[in-house]
């Protein structure tokens, strides 16, 4: 089943920089797939999009339903985003309320959003952190608490923005192992090439807004033209 | 970062703590009231008013240093407010239009101190959202509450590059550069906020305030608002009886 479907997408900001240009692409269910590309390519552009936060033209399609005023709500149920710097996705003055904050606006009763939040906490490793204060964790621990945060939504999509963005090696090891745990559709845009190695079989590359290239990770990261085309090396 | 700045108190189990916080905004609102309306002249009432918060603030189990501070933060802004009173009117009776001002601006500080210090900010907000509070209002104090976290960050790093940069010399340029920090860091604030408004808006945020604590009324709560009135309205009204 195509679980992401992707037609014509061209988005412009408001100062005039094409930030997409007419690109297109499908991901199926439980596929994991890589967005590499400089400063500007448009992955963070691309990521925003898929549950709606901006909204170009053309279609972008999740799960079946296409993406537009109407179904925004629906859409952002199936799309969990991770943004690349948690602390602009913290902004509760404890964990527990951070992690509840999507199963709340869900509309779900006490009992469920406290057995989601601990499922949550516990997926990650970070259960015993309910009360802590979001802004007073390492950033590893951060990242963490934002994946939480997400999977609380219980998306069917996990999108991530530079997941090993700011991170020490061993928490950048423990993040790894914790996203290949998941069975979630997966769009991860990075610059860490290890990362795309071990998380996507399949990358997509992009360039100026467009798609330079689609295909399979190994074949992409070991083409040195390639990269140098999309000043990545 | 530190941002423990608010709410530092929320999760006591106070007498004070545990009322309904809508039954505190409207026992708030009625003392308010009270402190306002209450005749100048009626002294009395006023220092009956002051022991009444006194025992809120014992109750609340609040350390008295936190009330402390918090009162020494804001009564400047009063006293620079109510400055000019004291020329309005001619000789002392100037002096004392500016202390019962004083008075009802240090009563009311006190009172929402109690308040805000004995329960979470977004049960405030959501006790007032059921009350009837403009939304517009709610809204814009909940992003408040969201963004101020941010605003502190900001202005840490900014305080940081500051002092990074000007080895401690206190010249005129270094207050000169100051001002363009703080309008800068105002923009970042600006920016970063936004950021986390798609973050909220991504996890369904709704624009509703939202919060996990369901309210109930209680009787001790209902004792507790109707002896707060009877109290505040018996002081008013035999003060100015006598007077």
Sequence with gaps: MVHIRIEHLSFSYPDGTLALNDIGFSVTEGESVGIIGANGAGKTTLILHLNGILRGNGLVEIAGVPVNERTLLVVRRKVGIVFQNPDEQLFSPTVYEDVAFAPLYMGKTAPEIGRIVSESLTAVGMAGYEEKMPYHLSVGEKKKIAIAAVLAQQPEILAFDEPSANLDPKSRRILLNLLLGFPHTRIIASHDFNVLKELCKRTIVLKKGMILADGLTEEILNDAALLKEADLL | ?243
């Design chain 2, 1 to 243: 970062m530190k941002h423990d700045f608010m709410d530092v108190y929320r999760d006591r189990k106070s007498f004070i703590h545990c009322l309904d916080p809508r039954i505190k905004i409207i026992a708030a609102i009625c003392c308010l009231v009270f402190f306002i309306l209450a005749p100048g002249r009626n002294l009395a009432a006023f220092a009956w008013y002051a022991v009444f918060v006194g025992v809120l603030m014992a109750l609340s189990g609040v350390p008295v240093s936190f009330y402390i501070k918090r009162f020494a933060s804001l009564v400047p802004f009063v006293a620079l407010i109510g400055i000019s009173v004291p020329f309005m009117h001619a000789g002392i009776g100037g002096v004392r239009v500016f202390l019962i001002l004083m008075c009802r601006a240090m009563l009311s500080i006190m009172l929402l101190s109690v308040l805000t210090a004995s329960t979470r900010f977004s049960d405030l907000l959501k006790a007032g959202e059921s009350l009837g509070f403009p939304k517009l209002l709610i809204t814009v104090l909940s992003f408040m509450y969201r963004y101020i976290f941010l605003i502190q960050e900001e202005t840490m790093l900014m305080k940081i590059a500051w002092h990074s940069r000007f080895f401690g010399k206190n010249t005129f340029k270094a207050w000169k550069s100051l001002a363009g920090l703080i309008a800068a860091m105002f923009l970042r604030s600006f920016e970063k906020a936004e950021r986390v408004y798609l973050a909220m808006c991504s996890r369904g945020f709704s624009g509703q305030a939202k919060t996990l604590t369901r309210f109930s009324i209680s009787f001790q709560d209902i004792l507790f608002l109707w002896a707060t009135i009877l109290f505040l309205a018996g002081v008013t009204l035999n003060g100015s009886y006598k007077n």
